[in-house]
Nanobody, 118 residues
Framework: QVQLVESGGGTVQPGGSLRLSCTAS????????IGWVRQAPGKGREGLVC???????DYSDSVNGRFTISRDNGKNTQFLQMNSLKPEDTAVYYC????????????WGRGTQVTVSS
């Protein structure tokens, strides 16, 4: 069975940085598209980034230039480096996979809370 497990969430001050990790089992991240989605309280899901297995990556306008996705294929892990965090970044962050970025996400982690507050 496929399992995605996020880690690295927590509380950070505005302007700070945080790195989220997502370790996968039952799926080889090297062979699929990877991404991150977030959901703030009372709001819908917001796709942040998708990166195809060929390396082509697309960021949403809300995080472009601040967030960076990466992979460590040897560890079967993906990462989201988040810099210049803002209070509006407060949300539950989910790591996700898809066959390709044009498809709906097929697997989701259970989420990790990120809170940006002074």
């Amino acid at each position: 069975q496929v399992q995605l497990v996020e880690s690295g969430g927590g509380t950070v001050q505005p302007g700070g940085s945080l790195r989220l990790s997502c370790t996968a089992s039952g799926i080889t991240l090297e062979n699929v598209a990877i991404g991150w989605v977030r959901q703030a309280p009372g709001k819908g899901r917001e796709g942040l980034v998708c990166s195809n297995s060929d390396g082509r990556t697309d960021y949403s306008d809300s995080v472009n230039g601040r967030f960076t996705i990466s992979r460590d294929n040897g560890k079967n892990t993906q990462f989201l480096q988040m810099n210049s965090l803002k209070p509006e970044d407060t949300a539950v962050y989910y790591c996700t996979t898809a066959p390709i970025c044009a498809y709906d996400w097929d697997f989701w982690g259970r989420g990790t809370q990120v809170t940006v507050s002074s």
